[in-house]
């Protein structure tokens, strides 16, 4: 499967699942990774709970999607979001897609769009199932992007003992440095952090307080950085290579 940034995306979410304040620095994180041409929310829009969500649609160009509420108790927003994903799939129009929701009834989508060879962005709470994080190629927390956009409530820093006690960060920042390194040890962090995102969708520098990858591994004093200039000279490249026992 290409790995590369998608170009053409299709942007779903589920009004139920989804919170209003995210969407201008959602949609401002979905520009990273290519252009939504397709921007569709999902809910009952005859009732009053999604009233915020009406506010903003019109402004950034999302297009409501109306879905009754058939039976108490059954999402049937779901089922709308998956057969409205699968009839945009098969136009072979998009190369990748956005799921916007915490809700794990999403997994099987997001495996089966990624075994067509599309690439799947995940955009959920903290509270959504591992199945759903592990079923996207990546997956943004949206308190990241709440955060972005309160300065309020920024997600607090971690420090260098509070980093190197998360043993699952460690071993993800050493496994993929040591994958990525050359005979001298050294390696260079673009493919670094191409390593860690196949191991960790949800990995994000953002989650730990930090803006950038380069940021929280020289926070976590576990490697030596170094500076390399490529090309012309005009411009450089970050390496790491995983401090040595004296």
């Known amino acids: 499967m290409n790995n590369e940034p998608a170009q053409k995306l299709a942007v779903l979410i589920d ?19 290519g252009t939504a041409n397709v921007k569709r929310i999902y809910g009952d829009w005859t009732g009053s709970h999604l009233k915020r969500w009406k506010e903003v649609l019109l402004l950034y160009s999302i297009q409501p999607i109306q879905q009754f509420r058939y039976t108490v108790g059954k999402n049937a927003t779901d089922a709308a979001m998956i ?14 897609f956005c799921i ?19 690439f799947v962005y995940g955009f959920g709470e ?22 972005k956009e309160d300065d309020t409530q920024p997600i607090k820093r971690k420090s260098t003992n509070e980093l190197k006690q998360d043993t699952k960060l460690t071993n993800l920042l050493r496994n993929a440095a040591e994958a990525s390194s050359d005979e001298s ?26 803006r950038r ?23 450089k490249a970050m390496y790491i290579r995983g401090r040595r026992k004296r």
């Open 126 to 147: 903290k509270k959504t199932p591992e199945a759903f994080v592990s079923a996207c190629d990546k997956f943004i927390y949206t308190e990241v992007l709440i955060s």
């Open 83 to 96: 057969i409205d994903a699968m009839d945009l799939l098969y136009t072979n129009k998009f190369d990748g």
């Open 15 to 33: 009004a139920d699942n989804a919170q209003p304040s995210i969407v201008e620095a959602l949609l401002a994180e979905i520009a990273k990774y």
């Open 185 to 210: 040890g050294w390696a260079h962090l673009a493919p670094v952090g191409n390593n860690i995102a196949k191991q960790a969708p949800d990995f994000d520098p953002r989650n730990y307080g930090y």
């Open 213 to 235: 990858l380069s940021e929280l591994v020289a926070a976590t004093k576990l490697f030596e950085m170094e500076e390399r200039p490529v090309g012309d000279g005009q411009s």
């Open 100 to 118: 916007v929701s915490s809700d794990s009834d999403f997994t099987k989508l997001a495996s089966r769009i990624r075994e067509s060879g599309l």
